[in-house]
């Protein structure tokens, strides 16, 4: 069973991974594996095959010292082409056998043809080089009654399909192209764990280059993926990044289910429907995923894998990834919202400060200062209790700053809803004894700087005149 998993896990790299090795980039040598239907069902539709395989695969990828290997099945599987590949004489010899194939066999044995693949690449494994293996049908199973892959309904039994894992943990890339729209090729795919594609049954040679232009290349993940905190109704996130190579254009993935397995337990899709997304061809291409799990997964750590699958299209690698995650607890589930409930508790403590220190100081009282009848401020003073205002004489002109100075005579300040002076320069109130406790509708001596006496007035009114 291992063979045959490496063998599958390699299956469609060619049509994967054409362009990076093409035969003016490349200098090592590859084994390029085809497993070509031509059953009688294929009879209108290998017309285009035979000339992609043919132009894109013999004249445009094969280099002197490739190998060459294809297997045209039916009812049972023929290798018609096992040759390394020479010169320019070699290739138009295989091009001639690849031109005689014809949609002309009874019954389709996919199952054998896959064993006989599975035996081609077997044979080669130690020769250190790059498999590119395709498999293209119409995907119609009708295994011969002798076939241990025979069943009455047609449906694909092969043994693989019980255990694909070793696919997905080796991180290879599946592609099964179907010629036409019968389901036998796509459920194949699926079972996989792979990437599907599909052409019309008239299909040519530029359809086919066309249909898989978005794998003629590689994308794979970089560093890991990522499952994010699972919410109590098992909503997430997954993100990941993508790195592209050899793409020709920028690529369209559709990932069509992700399954779960978290301990023993295996979630068959968490993935609510199917998510599409487009991958650069050159630079980074960074991926956000949401996810569902189921409600009752138990709160705190875990860890397992998950396994992606993708429709027509591009895929990316390794499609089977271990991850680590919560799943949150009631704390964690309710932050947001405890973190709201402590935002407006703080409001309301502020708020309630505020309103304290308001009534603590009482209403500002508004006061108004003349100096031999002329104001010292053209509007009325407001003056809150813990705030100060300070009388100055600056070169005979009188004022009141927040701030006290050189110049600063007197302080006014509020307590007990009382307006209070506060005495600076003794001796420019030459006739203050005691000073009273209430400053408002008083009238105080005040010597200038040039000695003058004034008359100071502190008016509770609000008008200055």
């Not at 099964?176 to 299909?203: C, F, R, W």
């Not at 990834?321 to 409001?347: D, E, G, P, R, Y």
Request: glycine share 8%; aromatic share 6%; hydrophobic share 40%.
């Amino acid at each position: 069973m291992g063979a045959w998993k490496r063998f599958l896990a390699a299956l469609a790299l060619c049509a994967v991974l054409v362009p990076p090795v093409l035969a003016d980039s490349r200098k090592d040598n590859i084994d390029v594996i085809i497993a070509l239907d031509k059953s009688l069902s294929m009879e209108n539709k290998i017309g285009g095959v035979r000339e992609w395989v043919n132009s894109s695969i013999i004249d445009q990828l094969l280099i002197p010292g490739d190998t060459l290997v294809v297997v045209a099945f039916y009812g049972k599987a023929d290798v018609i082409i096992s040759q390394t590949v020479k010169d320019d004489a070699d290739k138009k010899a295989l091009q001639t056998i690849i031109s005689k194939i014809r949609g002309n066999g009874r019954f389709t044995d996919i199952g054998n043809a896959l064993d006989v693949l599975r035996a081609q690449v077997t044979a080669r494994q130690s020769d250190g080089r790059e498999k590119y293996i395709l498999l293209l049908t119409d995907g119609i199973q009708e295994a011969p009654p002798g076939s241990k892959y025979f069943s009455k309904d047609g449906k694909f039994n092969h043994e693989f399909l019980a255990n694909t894992k070793t696919i997905q943990e080796k991180g290879w890339k599946i592609m099964i192209l179907g010629i036409g729209t019968d389901t036998a090729a796509k459920d194949l795919a699926h079972e996989l764990k792979g990437t599907y594609n599909e052409v019309s049954e008239t299909t040519t040679a530029g359809a086919i280059a066309e249909t898989t232009g978005a794998f003629f290349g590689t994308i794979t993940t970089e560093g890991g993926v990522q499952v994010g905190g699972v919410s109590a109704d098992g909503s997430s996130k997954l993100s990941f990044n993508l790195k592209a190579s050899g793409l020709q254009n920028d690529a369209r993935i559709t990932l069509n289910g992700v399954t779960a397995r978290i301990g023993t337990r295996e979630i068959p899709n968490v993935l609510p429907a199917p998510f599409k997304f487009g991958v650069k061809k050159d630079g980074p291409t960074h991926v956000t995923v949401p996810l569902r799990f189921p409600a009752d997964l138990p709160q705190g750590p875990a860890s397992g894998a998950l396994t992606f699958s993708f429709g027509a299209g591009a895929a990316f690698s390794p499609s089977d990834a271990n991850v680590s995650f919560v799943v949150n607890n009631w704390l964690q589930n309710n932050l947001i919202l405890l973190i709201c409930a402590a935002v407006i508790v703080l409001l309301l403590v502020a708020l309630l400060a505020v309103a304290v220190w308001r009534l603590t100081r009482g209403k500002p009282l508004r006061f108004a200062l003349t100096i031999d009848e002329e104001p010292v401020s053209e509007d009325p003073v407001s003056l809150s209790s813990g705030h100060e205002l300070y009388l100055n004489e600056t070169a005979g002109e009188f004022s009141l700053v927040t701030r006290k100075n050189a110049k600063s005579l007197a302080r006014f300040s509020v307590k007990d809803a009382k307006l209070l002076l506060g005495v600076l320069k003794q001796d420019r109130f030459p006739k203050l004894k005691e000073v009273p406790p209430e400053a408002r509708g008083r009238t105080f001596v005040l010597r200038s700087e040039n000695g003058r006496r004034l008359s100071l007035k502190v008016q509770s009114r609000e008008r200055t005149k």
